[in-house]
């Protein structure tokens, strides 16, 4: 038995009776693609307005006596409704479809309807698959390319057809129908049952199809193809807009138009060569400031190597000097092994806007070699890189640390342990294996 929306997809509202009601679960898509779980219930009716998901159509939306409807399923002959409040079987329900989303759906179905036979017809291009997306609409076709030519021809034979009139209806044939065979399908679902719905486009198109659609092509409005991607397994995505969508469209094209207009201070005729001069001024920029970047890192790092304290404080010897002592306790007060090596040990804060580039520079030019050197970019408050370098032996067992203390992550691998930090702000825990160094220096800008 077809659905009281399969048999008039214009009607918006009736009343009808609740058969059964029974607690369920519903899966949504949360925020940052987690899957949320909505508490409810599965109300079936005698009869129901909102069409459940099938055929390449998502399902509607709508109310039964004010009730949101967060999603129609179909489970054999009946449909199911999840709510989130109960309704008592028997009761007499009124229920309310979401118009505009519904309409949308005929259109775009339509369409796909449309554009499919018609390009079948000019150029034997068949219809693998389809997707009814948010924004635009996908029809896959079985071909490895399709040409500009062929797709202006399809968009203006549709278009031809839609001024033209033509009606759109939808009779059921019985399964051993002889004109079932004539009718175009991608075949029936396993647990069907009952005659087959066919969806006719006067001398156009004959098909096999559950789904809600316009009464006449003149509701499509219009339709654009906005052209073809690559699809899956050798074949081609045909990318299409019908009907309102395609006003919706055109509105937001014009808004970003004029938007860049007014950014770009050129006509939109001009738009995308002043974007090209902005990128290539923004390439040669960076490339100068990288430039300068490098040779500041350079200059840092001689800077620091030459200074007179380098060689005379915060070195870890093997002397068992006061210092040595100091930094030693330091060093177990926050879990670490006891240095052995004769070290350096210089941390300092670089430049903010520096990066991972120009904390490996200052690196390279002080040499890691008798030197454990901790180096940090970017907010002081906020987030930042660093990087640990130094013996490998040692850089192996702090870096994990630094990372935990940072609240970061990071990884290594000989002598160098670089990553991202969260809290900056947490870097004064360097003290852990800094505290005694008076050869810390900042080389802020």
């Known amino acids: 038995m077809a659905f009281r929306c399969q048999r008039d997809s214009y009607a918006r509202e009736f009343t009808t009776t609740v058969v059964s009601c029974r607690p369920a679960e519903l899966q949504t898509e949360g925020s940052k693609g987690h899957k949320d779980v909505l508490s409810g219930f599965q109300v079936v009716l005698e009869d129901t307005l909102l069409f459940p998901e099938g055929g390449g159509q998502p399902d509607d939306r709508g109310t039964i006596n004010g009730i949101s409807v967060l999603r129609v399923t179909r489970r054999g002959a009946e449909a199911?409704?999840?709510?989130?409040?109960?309704?008592?079987?028997?009761?007499?329900?009124?229920?309310?479809?979401?118009?505009?989303?519904?309409?949308?759906?005929?259109?775009?179905?339509?369409?796909q309807h449309l554009i499919t036979?018609?390009?079948?017809?000019?150029?034997?291009?068949?219809t693998t698959s389809w997707e009814l997306g948010r924004l635009r609409s996908v029809i896959e076709l079985d071909s490895p390319s399709v040409t500009v030519e062929q797709v202006a021809a399809i968009e203006q034979n549709v278009n031809e057809k839609i001024r033209d009139r033509l009606p759109v209806n939808v009779r059921e044939l019985s399964l051993d129908d002889p004109e079932v065979e004539q009718v175009r399908g991608r075949g029936l679902p396993d647990d069907h049952a009952g005659p087959i719905r066919v969806v006719t486009i006067k001398n156009v198109d004959s098909n096999m199809c559950c789904g809600t659609h316009v009464s006449n092509l003149s509701d499509l409005q219009v339709i654009k193809i906005l052209g073809t991607e690559k699809g899956k397994k050798n074949k081609t995505n045909l990318v299409f807009l019908a009907g309102n969508r395609v006003l919706k469209w055109m509105e937001r094209s014009y808004g970003t138009e004029k938007a860049l207009t007014t950014l770009l201070k050129c006509g939109a005729e001009d738009h995308v060569e002043a974007v090209k001069k902005l990128q290539n001024a923004t390439k040669l920029l960076q490339k100068n400031n990288l430039n300068l970047l490098r040779d500041l890192a350079v200059h840092i790092a001689h800077s620091l190597r030459n200074s007179p304290e380098w060689g005379t404080c915060g070195d870890v010897t093997q002397t068992g000097s006061r210092e040595a002592s100091l930094?030693?306790?330091?060093?177990?007060?926050?879990?670490?092994?006891?240095?052995?090596?004769?070290?350096?040990?210089?941390?300092?804060?670089?430049?903010?806007?520096?990066?991972?580039?120009?904390?490996?520079?200052?690196?390279?030019?002080?040499?890691?070699?008798?030197?454990?050197?901790?180096?940090?970019?970017?907010?002081?408050?906020?987030?930042?890189?660093?990087?640990?370098?130094?013996?490998a032996e040692a850089v192996e067992t702090l870096g994990p640390r630094v990372a935990e203390v940072l609240e970061g992550k990071g990884a290594g691998k000989k002598g160098r342990f670089q990553g991202k930090a969260t809290k900056m702000s947490r870097r004064r825990r360097r003290r852990c294996f800094s505290r005694t160094t008076s050869a810390r220096r900042s080389a802020e800008g």
């Open 117 to 126: 036979a018609v390009a079948d017809h000019l150029f034997g291009l068949k």
């Open 80 to 111: 199911d409704h999840f709510t989130q409040t109960p309704l008592a079987p028997g009761t007499e329900v009124h229920v309310q479809v979401d118009w505009e989303r519904r309409f949308d759906h005929m259109q775009q179905h339509s369409g």
């Open 327 to 391: 930094m030693r306790r330091s060093w177990a007060s926050c879990g670490f092994p006891a240095p052995t090596p004769t070290w350096h040990i210089c941390a300092f804060r670089c430049r903010k806007e520096g990066d991972s580039e120009f904390m490996n520079i200052i690196a390279n030019e002080i040499g890691s070699e008798d030197t454990l050197l901790f180096l940090t970019v970017g907010d002081e408050k906020g987030a930042g890189l660093f990087l640990l370098a130094g013996p």
